[in-house]
């Protein structure tokens, strides 16, 4: 008789078997557009004030939730916008975790107080995802319009206090990058995972385009995923992944791979579905199309439809044939957000991926060290 | 039997996992598998007073000898506890 417990493990194989028989495994509910900051790469906040008058009632989450948990839904992302600003998130907390579902939350942290922390202590979520954007006031300014350093890592802090597992989220552009290796030395610090992204979408769902978005140029945020890839992988991984990476540089310098029929699987649209706070489900939060209206015509035909919907999407051929496939991080959502469509391979990618690829190439011909910060970045 | 820990059983995708709610996820951060055996004995787990009752109602269950069933539940029941879930 077997008894097991590995989360990380279970969940893959959650969503291996998910993916099998079309089962929604994981959701993310975004709760809310509105947000107390003000950062220009987001691509959900709305400031109107009908934009609030739309957002879903407390039972309208916990319905759309029931009915996803009827579905086989086991894991559940609760969003914004910053979902803390709602009144009632406690209660959607606390109403999605009775139903079965196992919830983490993605949250700014400034709003995280000593009654919050003893909330989440009564009904500890799965995991809280705090987005540190730096560790100095100045950066904060600039990048979410209000000085927070203090009170997010007060955050960070007690949610630690109060025995919840916390994950830092760190989104880097134009506005924070230099602050990198104070977010990395904090990290360490505070004893918590990081993730760190250097690729910002274009926040296209909210109209705005790449530039607007202060994103780095694609070769210092190659520079900084590989500083991230350093701080993050034992000496030993991260000699693996510079080999693998030396290896794709070398068959690219030949000449163009044939068509792969594999196309790269998110599990966006497959295995998991985003709820915006208007009630539209998407297959992933970050792309516009396709879209269902469960709260018109129920979650599970929704869902089926996204799915539907989700299965046609193929990326362009020339991502599909090109011979860097295996070092690039192309999806169709970003593909979308790129783009537009489909049918042309995304440049900035294709520049980021590049540069990832030769500056690990260089590594590894260098023979790699482990670094104890993001030095090279600059 | 008193099962401590708040626990929800779900089927998914013909799997019985047991998913933490309450405060029991503090200390937990995962999720419970059971297979067709430990998923018929998490059900009558609360109303059974002795493990015998258990074994009892195993071999009525299912096709297995005494000496299976008595081997399995010991083997389940002391993982529960060793969890802290009993």
């Known amino acids: 008789m077997t008894i097991n417990r590995e989360e990380p493990i279970f969940s893959t194989y959650l969503h291996e078997k998910g993916a099998r028989f079309g089962i929604p495994i994981s959701g993310n509910f975004e709760l809310t557009a509105g947000c107390n900051f003000r950062c220009p790469m987001c691509y959900v906040r709305e400031d109107s004030a009908s934009c609030r008058e739309k957002e879903l009632t407390t039972a309208q989450w916990l319905g759309l939730a029931e009915e996803a948990v009827r579905q086989g839904m086991v894991f559940a992302l609760l969003t914004g916008g910053e979902p803390l600003i709602r009144r009632d998130f406690f209660e959607i907390l606390r109403g999605m975790k009775r139903l079965g579902l196992l919830v983490t939350i993605n949250t700014n942290g400034s709003l995280i107080d000593r009654e919050a922390a003893m909330r989440f202590a009564e009904d500890p979520p799965l995991r809280v995802n705090i987005s540190l954007y730096g560790t100095e006031d100045s950066t904060y300014l600039r990048m979410c319009g209000q000085p927070c350093r203090e009170k997010v890592l007060d955050g960070i802090r007690l949610l630690k206090q109060a025995g919840i597992d916390v994950r830092l989220n760190v989104s880097l552009t134009e506005e924070n990058a230099d602050d990198f290796d104070g977010i990395l030395r904090t990290a360490r610090e505070l004893g918590v995972h990081i993730k760190a992204s250097a690729y910002m979408y274009p926040p296209v769902r909210v109209g705005k385009d790449a530039a607007s978005s202060c994103r780095l140029d694609p070769d210092r945020a190659a520079a900084l995923t590989v500083a991230y890839d350093r701080f993050r992988l034992s000496e030993e991984s991260f000699r693996l992944r510079a080999g693998r990476m030396k290896e794709i540089a070398r068959r690219t310098d030949g000449a163009a791979a044939g068509l792969s029929k594999r196309e790269k699987k998110c599990r966006a649209g497959r295995t998991g579905f985003w709820i915006t706070w208007d009630g539209r489900m998407l297959p992933c939060g970050l792309m516009t199309a396709p879209v269902a209206y469960p709260l018109k015509v129920g979650f599970t035909a929704a869902w089926e439809q996204i799915k539907r919907e989700t299965a046609r999407i193929t990326l362009p051929d020339g991502c599909r044939s090109c011979p860097k496939r295996d070092a690039c991080f192309i999806c169709a959502a970003i593909c979308s957000a790129e783009t537009g469509g489909y049918r042309r391979s995304p440049e900035y990618v294709c520049r980021m991926t590049e540069s990832v690829m030769h500056r690990m190439a260089d590594a590894a011909a260098c023979g790699v060290t482990q670094r104890e910060n993001a030095e090279e970045t600059r | ?86």
């Open chain 2, 1 to 86: 039997m008193k099962i401590k820990k708040e626990l929800i059983k779900r089927e998914i995708a013909g799997d019985t996992i047991l998913i933490p709610i309450g405060k029991t996820i503090a200390d937990s951060s995962g999720l419970f598998l059971l297979n067709e055996q430990g998923a018929f004995l998490w059900d009558i787990i609360p109303a059974a007073e002795t493990e015998e009752e258990l074994t009892e109602a195993l071999l009525t269950e299912y096709e297995v000898d005494r000496e299976t069933a008595e081997k399995d539940v010991r083997e389940f029941l002391d993982r529960l506890r060793e969890m802290s879930i009993l």
